[in-house]
């Protein structure tokens, strides 16, 4: 996020390297089977690479510290309301293409016109992107992404994986990254002009937003949390799995569990599968 | 570097998953989960909104009680734990879940204080069978897009508790719930374990 997004795969090969180093040691230590509470935690947690995950997290918590938290505090301070969402909706307007790509992948015609309609009509009323007027008209943003188009189809997310600089990921999720670095226009724009610096900035200005967003949200997280590496992981996979629904709860199954005896195995069962036990979706609609 | 990519949702998660609660006083019993929401709603601006100036422990001590009341307790408590429960004594059964109260309002309480008091609509409500229903809603906030609060409420002896609230898709019970079970991991599949981590948290 922070680096040029080429630089991203000189990065993971480097992550690679540093995480084949790494392995060696740096696998969970499986539970014990006869341990049926041990086994469903570790199941859950699909973290197989757990201490060199750790490891990355920590350093990326190092950086943070140093580097992006100090600027994205200095910025927040700096810049005003307005020219801060001024910022966010330039960025997320460069976006159009790749998201528009996805809706298409996924069959999502609607949505695919959502996102035309607003890249056109903030490109141009919206002063290059700078002012959401399509949202002012009912016309919100969504993201959408390779990775979650990839989910679409069917692939699963494979293991957790934290890696430097980047972050918290899986394989699914890291190569729709590649997919829509090469889906970018801008990216192509960025080579034939021999401007590759356009892209990185773009990648920082894009870290920095982010953070500047969740100052508060991040300490307050940090600060409430007993395991922070654990909570991060969940709520990036929580996150994605909205994403990848769309955020259309209402109209899914629902996901909440419900929590009863037959929910909690008795010794020696197989972890249960919450979703195996919710109901048949009934709405009823209120007032 | 950054933990999460659009982080945008992290924030109104970590902001509102108890909170953003704004509807005029419906304050009679409830007749159904839409009403008891906007009863817990009133009652959390009256609570809540002037602890925004307060420390951590004023605030948690505020939020203590409404939690008690309005949120199912001993079955959120066993949810977080996940196959830890059965492993755990009745003792620390009890234990857990009296801490637990504690470290939840402990880590809410600022994020409930500052963000009450926003607009809420709410919208759909869904029959889940066995008592259960969700409520829909959505919470206007000062900035940016609109949240998708997601309200899990449980009929029981004809009073309705809350047995989690999912903010943008993220759910309460989940996050703890992961958490958890890697300290209890950490520290070789002991719950006690976890119960020592929790209280030295809320001291």
Known sequence: MMLHKNSKFRVTLIAATLGLSVLATGCATKPDPADEAAVQAYQEAND???PMNRYFFEVNQFLDEILLKPFAGWYHTALPDPAEDGVRNFLRNLKSPVILANDLFQGEWSRAGTTVARFFINSTIGVGGIVDVASMMDMNYHEEDFGQTLAVYG??????LHLPVIGPGNPR???GRIVDYALDPLTWVGYAYNVTEINTARAGLEAVDTRARNLEAIDELKKGSVDFYATVRSLYRQQRNDLIRNGESEQQASQIKMITDEMIPEDGDA???FKAAQSDEQVTVAE | MLT?????????????ALSGWSLAPAAQASADPTSFIEEVSSKAITEMAPAAQETDKQRAAKLKPLLEQY??????????????????????QSE?????????ALAYGKRFATYTGHQMDIGRVRDEGDGRSVVFSTVKLPSG???RVDWTVEQADGSYKIADVKVEGLSLADTHRQEFASVISKHGGSVSALIDVLKQKVR
């Open chain 2, 4 to 16: 999460l990519t659009s982080s945008r949702r992290l924030l109104i998660a970590a902001g509102l």
């Open chain 2, 96 to 104: 857990f879940t009296a801490v637990l109260t504690d470290f939840l």
């Open chain 1, 271 to 273: 972890p249960v599968d």
């Open chain 1, 48 to 50: 197989p690479l757990e």
């Open chain 2, 71 to 92: 949120f199912d307790m001993p079955s959120i408590a066993r949810y977080m734990l996940g196959a830890y429960w059965r492993k755990a004594t009745p003792e620390e």
């Open chain 1, 155 to 160: 692939a699963g997310e494979g293991p957790y």
């Open chain 1, 173 to 175: 999720d890291y190569s």
């Open chain 2, 145 to 147: 897009d609109p949240a």
